[in-house]
């Protein structure tokens, strides 16, 4: 099984400012990797999917970069609704997919 | 626009089955392109895949939980259910169904299942 492990666990950061999140994986998933975000009580939204495409609807504020077993999600301009805890999971194995634990993004 | 809608009972005791259904509409779940499948959400915690089924009846499965899943799809109601046997506390959790080719477009709302006497 691929695990995924995302850094840090919590990130405090003030409205304005830039956003870079870490999500490594056990072995190489290639560019076979998306990005949500989660808001309390609501569903995860898809953000990002092959490492660095954008989902439709999703600003270009949000960027995904990376390949292989290191994977980046940055949010250039933190928006009052872009704190929320943002997950990261790999499709590299056909039709089996593992979640990083998630990254929680927090107010500075 | 496609929209997900889990269905079922939000208390379930011990040892007995989970059950639930979710119901697409907007879209047919019998197009080729996409598989549908169910992720859980143990209150405060991460998201973790259960399992994926095609509309053909093809199945792929967590290897964690494969022992005690079941997915099915009724493609005459526009439905897939997934049934969690000899359920114990620690699968207390949100159960979402969502649509997945490879990364997963479209989710349900989700709906809290509690194992509990």
């Known amino acids: 099984e691929i695990v995924m492990t995302q850094s840090p666990a919590t990130l405090s950061v003030s409205p304005g400012e830039r956003a870079t999140l870490s999500c490594r994986a056990s072995q190489s998933v290639s560019s076979n990797l998306a990005w949500y975000q989660q808001k309390p009580g609501q569903a995860p939204r898809l953000l990002i999917y092959?490492?660095?495409t954008r989902a439709t609807g999703i600003p270009a504020r949000f960027s995904g970069s990376g390949s292989g077993t290191e994977f980046t999600l940055t949010i250039s301009s933190l928006q009052s609704e872009d704190f929320a805890v943002y997950y990261c999971?790999?499709?590299?194995?056909?039709?089996?997919?593992?979640f990083g634990q998630g990254t929680k993004l927090e107010i500075k | 626009q496609l929209q997900l809608q889990e269905s079922g009972p939000g208390l379930v005791k011990p040892s007995e089955t989970l059950s639930l259904t979710c119901t697409v509409s907007g879209g047919s779940i019998s197009s080729s392109s996409y598989y549908w499948g169910w992720i859980r959400q143990p209150p405060g915690k991460g998201l973790e895949w259960i399992g994926s089924i095609y509309y053909s009846g093809s199945t792929y499965y967590n290897p964690s939980l494969k022992s005690r899943v079941t997915i099915s799809v009724d493609t005459s109601k526009n439905q897939f259910s997934l049934k969690l046997s000899s359920v114990t506390a620690a699968d207390t959790a949100v159960y979402y169904c969502a649509r997945m080719w490879q990364w997963l477009d479209y989710w349900g709302q989700g709906t809290l299942v509690t194992v509990s006497s």
């Open positions: 092959g490492a660095s």
């Open positions: 999971q790999q499709y590299n194995n056909w039709l089996t997919y593992t």
